[in-house]
């Protein structure tokens, strides 16, 4: 049963963090271009990574919600 939770935890954080890197690897791409400037891409850089910790945050909330209430039963 444990088991079950942790991959099911994983799935949506690695999802997020597969997000995360397609995202910043667009905006590294922005720069090699000289699309953007180095500080608009690190800019971008800590935004995403904060998105990324939130949307985290929030997933280890609802497994803990759902674990809870899986062990009342």
Do not use: C, G, S
């Not at 949307?55 to 039963?73: F, G, T």
């Amino acid at each position: 049963m444990r088991l079950v939770m942790v991959q099911k935890k994983m799935l949506p954080v690695i999802a997020i963090r597969n997000i995360r890197r397609d995202a910043n690897a667009h905006f590294k791409e922005l720069l090699k271009e000289k699309e953007i400037t180095e500080d608009e891409a690190r800019k971008a850089e800590l935004d995403i990574q904060e998105v990324t910790d939130q949307a985290v945050k929030k997933v280890d909330e609802i497994v803990a919600e759902k674990e809870k209430e899986l062990l009342e039963i």
